[in-house]
């Protein structure tokens, strides 16, 4: 019993390093969050990255996302189509007691808008930067929660527009064939 406890563990504490290598693709969505300055958000957020060297992803997301301010009738709607960067940190470059994931920040910058029902607008550039914790539920699939400050910057009837929310998610990591080969090879 105690062996298979221990092979458990291991195997466990494996997992989180195994989907982020060189080579791998990610694909999964944010499905909802919370604005701390704007009420409920209700998202869908796809995205998609590779893993251009181990733990550093590259890729592109696509965001609609639709929220209901504190304390009004109005409705904002916005949309996103951004770049984004990720690394995720490594259990000895953060000691953390959460073995099963890992710890990453994330930065973005695209092109987006936020348009109220109240007329107001702002379309034009937007940036993000956020932290966040994804942990693996198996060895493919791993739910995760991001804090991000976001901004968008451009024109229409307002300038700019800030904002900081907490966002939750999932991904599905894909091994292509010469991950699960080199795999293979080093057993």
Known sequence: MKKILLASALGLFGMANAQLKQGNWMVGSDVMGMKFTNGLDVR???KAAYFVADRWAIGAGVGLSVQKPNGTSTTQTNWSI?????YYFTSTE??????????????????????SSS???TNGVELGIGAGYAYFITNNVSLEGMLKLGTTVGGGNTT???????GVG??????????????????
């Open 119 to 121: 007329g107001t607008t």
């Open 160 to 166: 700019g527009n800030a904002d900081v929310s907490l």
């Open 82 to 86: 951004a770049p984004f960067t990720r």
């Open 170 to 187: 999932f991904n599905i990591y894909l091994p292509t064939k010469a991950v699960k080969n080199a795999a293979r090879d080093a057993q």
């Open 44 to 46: 869908i957020n796809p």
């Open 94 to 115: 953060i000691d953390s007691m959460l073995k099963n994931g890992a710890f990453f920040a994330e930065g973005s910058a695209g092109f987006g808008g936020r348009n």
